[in-house]
């Protein structure tokens, strides 16, 4: 048994940061050994810092350790982070620079074309353009490896089964996610009780974008886009976890819909072969039920790393519609990143400091 | 100024009743003069028959009208219809053979060919076919009138202006509804508390047919439905009014994009040269912030009787894409049923039952 | 006809800013000629310095006037003050020393003995600590006259008619609160949603001590508190606007549960007597159902100046309970400070400036 | 290692019923061997008979088990019911009669004074009286176990440990509860969406009676009410799952807030003792922060069988208040019959038909 490798969390004490501190606790190959956060102005312990609000306790572990600034050096060998995404850009590239591997959750560098936007079901071939990335030496002696918005996470994992056969043409996404994704305090509770709200900066355009990425290829030194249109449409509704994504899309080749359905119920990739630690049994859960997936009773599917596809049918303006569902802080943000890592650190990929220190 | 017509309200206790019931309050043209419901066992007066859910209080002209059973004949000279769909088809048909205009919110009669399925500022040409309809008998001496789906009447309103200007060839529509629209008690609170539900019975296929009859056209004595292609995903959210429809819609004819803005902007139809009562000023209500329209801030808007129209933006799949919003109870039940009626009203044709005696 | 008098909003963008602006549109006594907040770094209209949250339009009268500092001299006469507590108190004294009278609704100055917080229903007599206010001179040539926290408002008003005739020796008022309360952006999503909230900082505290000092006397120059325990439990609900009330209630006096009764329906008071624009036609409704009041069907209630009273019974412990029902922002801040003003105006005592400068 | 207890359950597709279902999946000492529900027309196994609406799949187990009418005789040897209360008193009175123990969550029989009501930290000794009711015979062989109301189940925890030390005198508990105590459907959407309910038909009463039951002692072969006085006013917020009570308590002894504090921690009883399967470590979390408890964050405490106690103050009418909160559908209902079953199986008193069989 191989010794655990340490990792600090950038931005712990934020709602994705809890997350990560839940996920990360007994977790057979990462051992939490740092913990940071901007706004710290004084030493203070994780229990006294942070206002957990997930259910249950905060993990016994992380009570005491103490919340350091966002800066290098931490005492660990990797860094997950969740910081917000203007202040992400510079914070982790300053971690990159001072030699550790950055497992990001912003949306920082996510389009770069040089920085794998990595869902390991669905493209986990990207993980080698890591290797261009360091030979550019942009990041220093660290690397950055990212996971996308927590929509284009839970859309992907529906799309991959769906292109891997049947090539995608086109999809048009319209979301209903959950107040969490906004972190904390996020959504106002007078914006959202009896209400929907039409907007969420920035998120359609990430997913249009993201999702062409992630479906994409690795060519070379970069990841070129795939070539599908992508239309999204995204709302916000008062639903604490869970986003669900109702989908249409058009495919190049004819598809029936039992072959539809069979994409989706026999989907599995590399996490399930290496049986990685977060990795659900299926990626995909195919209910026949009318009414699911719904966010209260699918969500957690999987430990919140499956997402649920239902309501399968043929479309009147493209091929098939559906509708897919997926928890946005685990799935679509903490669970997105764990599995990155876990992913990397199978592959050897992981342990960027050393190589690098190695070679000098 | 003339006598008003005597109504009776068929399905007078229910959530949709309710909205009759306040809003032919003071009405200038209509007075109610018979209230109806299902399972009367004995006599009671309104006031103790209806458990009363609107704010406010019971309209005072409604209080101690008895509640009459579903028969006629009623004291009265139209009748309007909240009856559910299956149950509708029975009572409806009896009350026109009767020889009483039914001006109906169920779905019962809704697709057939020779049923107007208006909407006053869509295709306010569509009631010529009642002619059409009295020749054929069906109905006796009665005629019968329908008003849409909640969600068609929304879309069809927002999509109407565009139909006309740039031909409209496909929509893609997605719902987020209000729990109103099921009824009471409808929805139970622990299947939407923290959830959405992706399946609403029957609402997607009546969505796509609706709207190409609504945008169809009178060709003699039937509706043709429109060319269009419309895909419809519906979704059921914790709001209590209020349905949001998130359209994609492609046309024959180039528009930019300052020209469909237009078109909703300066939409105005018959409802509003003859300045019928219940007709709002502006049929729809077009917004630039990016965050409208939202349920709790603009379904009242025109006195529920517009619909808000906002987030236009040109769209990747699609020409362009947009959200639009209205009141599900009363734009898209009570209030389409009453400005079907002042309508006909308006154009003579309401008074069957005179027109059918002085025949004789 | 006399000339309105010329008004000022303090703290005009907030939550309780917007209803006052609201309230005032089409005043008879009142014209809103300044509005003023936190914040105004550069000069910008009303309609751009504020994102208006409450349903319809912002009244065409405020859309165009500019939001100034919170500096006198304003051009008006008198100032409504809806700032936060902590940064209310120098404001309004700063405000009050230039010699208008001011409204206030903030905490910040509601339990000095020599200002008067007043509920026109409850204590009118209170005002003429105004006199004593005067003499002392703390607040210059103006005067400040304090309304009650929201719950507080509510509780008195239901209190009143009890203690009026049966003499209250002990209350205890369990509240659960509307989100408004807490203003804007106040309570996160994430903390409501599906849950239950028991702790609301200082309103225990508040509710106790105010509701003494509304009951009590004007003795001389000083309101002395009123002999009753009170005692207060608060909590947040998922509700967005209308404070609930659970109270229980001990008399010194033996009083039949059809006295009490009575005690609530025949309640009137001064600002009834007068006709005050703003006063309800009945301040207190008394509702028979077993299951009222309800904050979605009676917050808006007289509107939404009315408190719905319900659920009357012999208690086990104290002799009576009920549950009373107000609207926070309407009755329980912006409309009771309207409220006062009013009644201040009435009886000739808002006009400070003016007697000021008259007196040199 | 005994032979498990085979076990029904009555009710068994209801709300309650899934929670036992569900809480008996992999139990050391009871194994489901039938289910049945009202309403069986055609033999249905449970997977098609139910809507399952509990987060994650119905257990393998009871997915293929027929379910079948309410009648004796099952194919088991004690019944769990969940029936609701009107149905239920025949239903039970059969079984116990055909010679089953009846553990029962209905209110059927919980104020008869011959049937233990029973909180097993707080009245183990109760069960006692098992025997005087099986000596009179009424319930033939079989006999009857009930475990109290939701909150007064809630309720009674915080209370013991304060009775216990101090002598209760007097409690006003005021209930904000969740939709799930409702059953399915239960509660409307309509009714409880940005809105609380003032009314919950025999909540208050149930409280007031079941609460001095409980706390009272077993006398013979009765049960002797508490003298403490006790009063309910009971609300219904919008919330799935978790009873808050808000109490304020007087005692005959003096009691320090220490004293208070260390009362509610150092809390245990019989079934902490007996290391039941069911029972959590602590039966009472207390906490200090003066948010908590909420029912989101504490509900699930101790699988959802602890009571988080918070807010603990000295009251100005009261000695003290504090407010409690427990999961309504775990040790309010399935997982109070289940700890009951299971104190009932340890001290030997379960197997009522083989030792009434023994007999003859």
């Known amino acids: 048994m191989r010794r655990p490798v340490r990792v600090g969390i950038l931005g712990a004490t934020g709602t994705v940061g809890q997350r990560f501190v839940k996920m990360l606790d007994h977790h057979p190959e990462f051992e939490v050994t740092a913990l940071a956060a901007s706004d710290r102005s004084k030493a203070q312990c994780y229990a006294e810092a942070c206002t957990w609000r997930l259910p249950g306790e905060i993990p016994e572990y992380a009570r005491d350790l103490v919340v350091l600034p966002l800066k290098p050096p931490l005492e660990c060998e990797v860094?997950?982070?969740?910081?917000?995404?203007?202040?992400?850009?510079?914070?982790?590239?300053?971690?990159?620079?001072?030699?550790?591997?950055?497992?990001?959750?912003?949306?920082?560098?996510?389009?770069?074309?040089?920085?794998?936007?990595?869902?390991?079901?669905?493209?986990?071939?990207?993980?080698?353009?890591?290797?261009?990335?360091?030979?550019?030496?942009?990041?220093?002696?660290?690397?950055?490896?990212?996971?996308?918005?927590?929509?284009?996470?839970?859309?992907?994992?529906?799309?991959?089964?769906?292109?891997?056969?049947?090539?995608?043409?086109?999809?048009?996404?319209?979301?209903?996610?959950?107040?969490?994704?906004?972190?904390?305090?996020?959504?106002?509770?007078?914006?959202?009780?009896?209400?929907?709200?039409?907007?969420?900066?920035?998120?359609?355009?990430?997913?249009?974008?993201?999702?062409?990425?992630?479906?994409?290829?690795?060519?070379?030194?970069?990841?070129?886009?795939?070539?599908?249109?992508?239309?999204?449409?995204?709302?916000?509704?008062?639903?604490?976890?869970?986003?669900?994504?109702?989908?249409?899309?058009?495919?190049?080749?004819?598809?029936?819909?039992?072959?539809?359905?069979?994409?989706?119920?026999?989907?599995?990739?590399?996490?399930?072969?290496?049986?990685?630690?977060?990795?659900?049994?299926?990626?995909?859960?195919?209910?026949?039920?009318?009414?699911?997936p719904q966010p209260r009773l699918d969500r957690d599917a999987g430990g919140g790393m499956s997402v649920t596809v239902g309501r399968l049918a043929p479309d009147t303006v493209f091929d098939y519609r559906f509708v897919a569902l997926g928890h946005n802080t685990i799935r679509g943000a903490a669970g997105a990143a764990l599995l990155n890592a876990e992913l990397a650190n199978a592959q050897g990929v992981l342990h960027a400091r050393e190589s690098a220190t190695s070679k000098h």
Chains 1, 2, 3, 4 share one sequence.
């Open 79 to 292: 860094v997950f982070s969740s910081l917000p995404g203007p202040f992400a850009r510079a914070v982790e590239m300053e971690f990159a620079r001072a030699g550790y591997p950055v497992i990001s959750n912003s949306s920082a560098f996510r389009m770069e074309p040089d920085v794998p936007l990595l869902v390991p079901e669905v493209n986990p071939g990207h993980l080698r353009i890591l290797q261009a990335q360091r030979e550019k030496g942009r990041f220093g002696a660290g690397c950055l490896v990212a996971n996308p918005n927590c929509s284009a996470v839970i859309l992907t994992l529906a799309l991959a089964p769906l292109h891997q056969r049947f090539g995608l043409e086109a999809v048009a996404a319209t979301t209903i996610q959950a107040v969490s994704g906004a972190g904390y305090p996020g959504v106002a509770s007078l914006d959202i009780l009896d209400n929907v709200l039409p907007y969420i900066a920035g998120e359609e355009e990430k997913i249009e974008q993201e999702t062409r990425k992630i479906l994409g290829r690795a060519a070379g030194s970069e990841i070129e886009l795939g070539g599908m249109k992508v239309s999204a449409q995204c709302h916000r509704a008062s639903v604490s976890d869970g986003h669900l994504v109702a989908a249409r899309v058009s495919f190049s080749k004819r598809a029936r819909i039992d072959d539809v359905r069979e994409a989706f119920e026999s989907f599995r990739g590399v996490p399930q072969e290496l049986r990685l630690h977060s990795a659900p049994e299926r990626p995909i859960i195919f209910r026949d039920e009318p009414d699911r």
